[in-house]
């Protein structure tokens, strides 16, 4: 079901929607009570949409609104975008089914809500933390995903992590007991948080990307600084599959988790866009 959003005070966008711009977007209830925002690129728009995923329990809005602006930043370069709350988020409906393919359901409704609103054919998914963890997993299994944007998304712990990560810290007396007083009250753990899968399946979810032609942007910031501390990291982890042409990676060390300043967002936004373009091409909207 696709129902078109008349009043945009249902999903709490009256604002945004009262101020439309050339790129305000529009609001639609569609799948099992999901709720999202297409932004439409004009007439010559690219046939590659962009889906956003939530990031954590932030609504479809983003952390401090970047899928709003990514949105229409994206969509001024030609990308038609749909962001999107997944079930039990934000604006949409709590799961009706709680299967362990609602993930997959949830973003095959809102392809389909894409295409049909804009005539895309194929998709890149784009996440920060939680939201890059599905946009990996769908991303493998899904043909018509086209690329996806990881920020802070999946990487694993190496010998030259801990080596990086302990050096600076083995002489200091105080991190040293800080240490083993976690050690002997161990609270949650990364694996308690993020969806990743085992090492081994991770790279071969990664091959199988790369293998179908599949484009990947990583982004990691200082914010994954508890699992990934250098460049080399990638590959280490994740196999010479994360070495191909059609994988790019970003590391910018200095930059908070959720992009909190504006000229973080402003690079962030720069660096999509230039990535779609080299990637998938665009005509920029008329």
């Not at 039990?88 to 009706?96: E, K």
């Not at 790279?203 to 982004?219: A, E, H, P, Q, T």
């Amino acid at each position: 079901m696709n129902l078109q959003i008349e009043n945009p005070e249902v999903v709490g966008e009256a604002v945004v929607a009262g101020l439309a711009d050339r790129f305000a977007g529009q609001a639609h209830r569609f799948g099992d009570g999901l709720v999202g925002v297409v932004t439409h690129a004009g007439p010559s728009a690219s046939k590659t949409g962009v889906l956003l995923l939530n990031a954590g329990l932030t609504r479809h809005t983003g952390p401090f609104r970047v899928h709003v602006e990514l949105a229409r930043t994206l969509a001024e370069q030609g990308f038609p975008v749909l962001r999107f709350d997944q079930g039990g988020l934000g604006d949409s409906d709590m799961p009706i089914r709680a299967g362990g393919d609602r993930r997959q359901r949830e973003i095959d409704a809102a392809m389909r809500l894409l295409a049909e609103q804009t005539g895309v054919t194929r998709f890149v998914l784009c996440g920060l933390c939680s939201g890059a963890d599905d946009a990996f997993h769908i991303a493998a299994a899904h043909p018509r995903v086209a690329g996806a944007i990881l920020l802070d998304g999946v990487a694993y712990p190496t010998p030259g992590f801990w080596l990086r990560h302990a050096l600076p810290r083995i002489f200091n007396a105080a991190k040293v007991l800080r240490y083993i007083a976690s050690r002997r009250n161990a609270g949650p753990s990364l694996a308690d948080f993020r969806d990743w899968p085992e090492r081994a399946q991770a790279r071969r979810m990664l091959s199988d990307i790369v293998g179908r032609g599949g484009r990947l942007l990583f982004v990691f910031t200082g914010g994954a600084y508890h699992y990934f501390n250098h460049r080399a990291q990638l590959a280490a982890s994740l196999g010479r599959d994360a070495q191909s042409p059609q994988v790019s990676l970003e590391f910018w060390r200095e930059y908070d988790h959720t992009f909190y300043l504006r000229k973080h967002r402003r690079v962030l936004m720069a660096r999509i866009v230039a990535w779609m373009r080299a990637e998938f091409g665009a005509v920029k909207a008329d």
